[in-house]
């Protein structure tokens, strides 16, 4: 496949994630409060299965792991905002099983290509390991957002949930860096900036 259809869809996907941090800005920037619309995790999980194949395109573990695991959290999300069955019943389980399907369909010989995967020549060991962990780092925000959430009983975004967002940014931006990645580069730089505002906005929300 071509660059510049690879790059089309890791931008795409790119162009989602931050167009649901502006969502979610100018929403809490209007009620003086962070704020979290459906919306957010519409996008979220749209832009997520997009990156999850722009990863796969470009051999890429890091950008794969650290999709897969977020892409249920955002479905729990819309079910804990009632919105998961708004949505039509045959929608629902294309998202559902759309991970397992595409899976399934980059099956080398019935295994996935694991060498392929984790030896990319592209990508040397210690600048796979950086990825794996800034992935990790910021998957786990929405891993503490989930908890978070199902305690509330309510889908909301804490302290901690763009605390590690940021932390976990700084660190993908500078795997982007080395990895050439402008996708990664563009996406994450405009995410800092609205991670930072948001953790303003909290700390005079709670002052």
């Known amino acids: 496949m071509s660059n510049w259809i690879i790059l089309s869809i890791g931008f795409l996907a790119q162009t989602l994630f931050s167009s649901r941090l502006i969502i979610q800005w100018i929403t809490s920037e209007k009620q003086k409060r ?4 459906t919306l957010f995790w519409t996008l979220s999980l749209i832009a997520s299965f997009l990156l999850f194949i722009y990863g796969y395109l470009r051999d890429d573990f890091a950008i794969m792991l650290g999709q897969s695991l977020t892409y249920y959290i955002y479905i729990r999300n819309l079910q804990l905002q009632n919105q ?3 949505y039509h019943v045959s929608v629902r389980y294309i998202l559902l099983l759309m991970p397992v399907f595409v899976t399934v369909f980059y099956f080398n010989n019935n295994e996935i290509d694991t060498v392929k995967l984790f030896k990319n020549e592209a990508i040397p060991f210690w600048l ?3 990825g794996i962990v800034s992935q990790i780092i910021f998957t786990l ?3 503490f957002q989930w908890i978070y959430s199902e ?5 909301s975004l804490p302290l901690g949930f763009w605390a590690l967002s940021l932390t976990g940014s700084l660190l993908i931006l500078t795997y982007a860096i080395f990895r050439v990645d402008y996708v990664l ?3 994450h730089s405009l995410g800092a ?12 929300q709670d002052a």
């Open 141 to 143: 925000r929405f891993v």
């Open 193 to 204: 900036v609205i991670y930072i505002r948001n953790l303003l906005i909290l700390k005079k």
């Open 128 to 130: 796979l390991s950086l």
């Open 185 to 187: 580069l563009v996406g």
């Open 151 to 155: 305690k509330n009983k309510e889908s």
């Open 34 to 37: 962070v704020i979290t619309p």
């Open 84 to 86: 998961w069955k708004t």
